[in-house]
Nanobody
Framework: VQLVESGGGTVQTGGSLRLSCAAS????????MGWYRQAPGKQRELVAT???????NYADSVKGRFTISRGNARNTVYLQMNSLKPEDTAVYYC???????????WGQGTQVTVSS
């Protein structure tokens, strides 16, 4: 299983970015895809998740600013990030968990930098 992310970059405060992630390989159809982030010196934290059935969960810090969605292609996920703040600066990781096996897979990460 391989997860490939794209869409990171550098934006000014208030700007927007859209992250994309495509998972390939043999993955159970019942799964949870999501985005996590890790800032320098901090632990990795949940940003948002979406189940294969469409249930969505957001971290309080991004509610109202970020939108997670699934693509039409199987096992693709997007993260639309608006009104970005300097504290959103981090490496963002795509994640997928199989509901049946509880197997986790991670992407390599993509850097998001928000300048003030």
């Amino acid at each position: 299983v391989q997860l490939v992310e794209s869409g990171g970059g550098t934006v000014q405060t208030g700007g927007s970015l859209r992250l994309s992630c495509a998972a390939s390989g043999s993955i159970y159809s019942r799964n949870v895809m999501g985005w996590y982030r890790q800032a320098p010196g901090k632990q990795r934290e949940l940003v948002a998740t979406i189940t294969s059935g469409g249930l969505i969960n957001y971290a309080d810090s991004v509610k109202g600013r970020f939108t997670i969605s699934r693509g039409n292609a199987r096992n693709t996920v997007y993260l639309q990030m608006n009104s970005l703040k300097p504290e959103d600066t981090a490496v963002y990781y795509c994640h997928i968990r199989e509901v049946v096996t509880l197997q986790d897979y991670w992407g390599q990460g993509t850097q998001v930098t928000v300048s003030s």
